[in-house]
T-cell receptor
Framework: GQQVMQIPQYQHVQEGEDFTTYCNSSTTLSNIQWYKQRPGGHPVFLIQ?????EVKKQKRLTFQFGEAKKNSSLHITATQTTDVGTYFCAGQSNTGKLIFGQGTTLQVKP | DAEITQSPRHKITETGRQVTLACHQTWNHNNMFWYRQDLGHGLRLIHY???????NKGEVSDGYSVSRSNTEDLPLTLESAASSQTSVYFC?????????????FGPGTRLTVL
């Protein structure tokens, strides 16, 4: 079946370092969404990318959607302790269902 | 403000018992979803509903059932709880089936099956 793979599973960085998580789908996606889950919390929507090659920024976060609409990345510049959490990508298939990646858990050392 | 509530927030039960997890939303969204979250697996879809009286199986539906008698509620029932169903369960809603709509998640229910 359709799968969305996300790497790495865990990432430990020093505060101020950059961080990137990657998402790859086995099939072309209608769109891709990114969610953040703080420890003990629930996933919260961050952003959605729809167009091929799209790039969106939210302050220190940069989101990209691949030209073939099968991969995406989230890059955080100069991480802060408030960035701690698990970041999920979720690809929307042509049946309308969201397929989540396994998530990347980010730890930031102050 | 519109919201999604889940109850109970924590539940401990024994193998073989029937358990029902409640999900109630005041968003008036047609689409509702149940996911389970386990380490290394991310969020996996259990069941979903696109409207009243509509229910569909997700990728991990065995041992679970749902019913949708109104817009606001989508209870998830574990017919005979198993230890493999120990997990955190999230309910989510979405406005419609449009591919550009986002999902809103409830706070989650942590279920332990002993």
């Amino acid at each position: 079946g359709q799968q969305v793979m996300q790497i790495p599973q865990y990432q430990h960085v020093q505060e101020g370092e950059d961080f990137t998580t990657y998402c790859n789908s086995s099939t072309t996606l209608s769109n891709i969404q990114w969610y953040k889950q703080r420890p003990g919390g629930h996933p919260v929507f961050l952003i959605q990318l729809v167009k091929s090659g799209e790039v969106k920024k939210q302050k220190r976060l940069t989101f990209q959607f691949g030209e073939a609409k099968k991969n995406s990345s989230l890059h955080i510049t100069a991480t802060q302790t408030t960035d701690v959490g698990t970041y999920f990508c979720a690809g929307q298939s042509n049946t309308g269902k969201l397929i989540f990646g396994q998530g990347t858990t980010l730890q930031v050392k102050p | 403000d519109a919201e999604i509530t889940q109850s109970p927030r924590h539940k401990i039960t024994e193998t073989g018992r029937q358990v029902t997890l409640a999900c109630h939303q005041t968003w008036n969204h047609n689409n509702m979803f149940w996911y389970r979250q386990d380490l290394g697996h991310g969020l996996r879809l259990i069941h979903y509903s696109y409207g009243v009286h509509d229910t569909n199986k997700g990728e991990v539906s065995d041992g679970y059932s749902v019913s949708r008698s109104n817009t606001e509620d989508l209870p998830l029932t574990l017919e005979s709880a198993a230890s493999s169903q120990t997990s955190v369960y999230f309910c989510a809603t979405r406005t419609s089936g449009s591919p550009t709509d986002t999902q809103y998640f409830g706070p989650g229910t942590r279920l332990t099956v002993l």
